[in-house]
């Protein structure tokens, strides 16, 4: 797909650091799948993806994690 950000783009798959932060609490992933522009950079997530990530996330918060870095695994 064409990258939405740079316009000039195309996406290919790989795999991404994604970095999420709510209040106290900063959650890293790494090695999350999605397709990226190989010339800006810019990530997108599926769907599927975005959903697990942000389950993730969300136990992090609730355990009362400060910073959380984990590997992403399908």
Same mark, same amino acid.
């Given at each position: 797909?064409?990258?939405?950000?740079?316009?000039?783009?195309?996406?290919?798959?790989?795999? %991404? @650091?994604?970095?999420?932060?709510?209040?106290?609490?900063?959650? *890293?992933?790494? /090695?999350?799948?999605? &397709? $990226?522009?190989?010339?800006?950079?810019?990530?997108?997530?599926?769907?599927? %993806? @975005?959903?697990?990530?942000?389950?993730?996330?969300?136990?992090? *918060?609730?355990? /009362?994690?400060?910073? &959380? $870095?984990?590997?992403?695994?399908?």
């Amino acid at each position: 797909m064409q990258c939405v950000i740079c316009q000039h783009g195309t996406t290919q798959p790989g795999q %991404v @650091t994604v970095m999420l932060e709510r209040g106290e609490c900063i959650v *890293i992933l790494k /090695g999350v799948p999605g &397709e $990226i522009c190989f010339l800006c950079g810019e990530y997108y997530l599926s769907e599927s %993806v @975005t959903e697990e990530v942000l389950k993730r996330a969300e136990n992090a *918060i609730i355990r /009362g994690a400060e910073v &959380e $870095i984990v590997r992403y695994a399908a």
